[in-house]
């Protein structure tokens, strides 16, 4: 008889912004590892996915935000035997002036950076980050 892999049943979700500058170019953050993630982070059981964007931009980039879209992107991921949905909308910024920090002494991040789409394409995503690359097209597509 052949055992199944653990893996649970439920989903831990996250909130992720897609952040654009002026000449079409996506926010990404790099952690200490020299992997890449979408800015954002674990949506918290009593707030809203607003408010938890809001939370994380400002916890990981100490970033104020102006306006927050609906959701529109949406990818699955496995870590370990934790199944992962992100849930990404995109994001205005009150400002563009961001800080690389990290999110509660757990991860610290190395830099915040734009891509082009074929920057993004070419970046070595951490693994619980690397269906985002799939949506590629669509992300650029729906630039607002």
Known sequence: ??????LSPYY?????ALIFD???RLLVVKDENGEYEMPGGGWEYDESYEDCLRRELYEEIRAEVKSIGQPEIVWRD?????????VAAYVTLASQKLTAVGDD???????VRFVT????????????????IH???KIWNSIR
Do not use: N
Request: charged residues 30%.
């Open 117 to 132: 789409k074929d920057e993004f394409l070419a970046l070595p995503f951490q693994e619980s980050e690397c269906g985002i």
């Open 1 to 6: 008889m052949s055992r199944l892999p653990t």
């Open 12 to 16: 831990r979700v996250s909130a992720k």
């Open 105 to 111: 002494d757990i991860t610290e991040l190395a830099a």
């Open 78 to 86: 496995h870590e370990g035997g934790t199944a992962r949905l992100k």
């Open 22 to 24: 002026g000449a079409g």
């Open 135 to 137: 949506c590629a097209d």
